[in-house]
């Protein structure tokens, strides 16, 4: 990893923890693939701290540009899973 995480310095300790756990479950679902309920946990906590749509979509986004992996993409994937359902992603 050759890049830093998007974060905000508005965000306590605990919450940029939490910001880049999800980050890493989206990593984790294009290296070697993660577990829905992980994945989707990670995600609700992520959306617990950014609540609002518009910054949601800019820290994806700014992830995206940064390592080529897509946040949007890999929550799509996992809302259409199962649950005990892998998810991977292929690379680019």
Excluded: H
């Amino acid at each position: 990893m050759d890049y830093q995480y998007p974060i905000s310095y508005d965000w306590s300790t605990n919450e940029t923890i939490e910001v880049i756990a999800f980050y890493t479950s989206v990593e984790k679902a294009y290296e070697k693939g993660v577990e829905r309920e992980e994945l989707m946990t990670a995600y609700k906590q992520f959306k617990s701290i950014v609540p609002s749509i518009a910054e949601e979509k800019k820290l994806c986004n700014e992830l995206e540009e940064l390592s080529g992996y897509s946040a949007y993409r890999v929550i799509q994937k996992a809302k259409k899973g199962a649950p005990g359902d892998k998810i991977k992603m292929q690379s680019r």
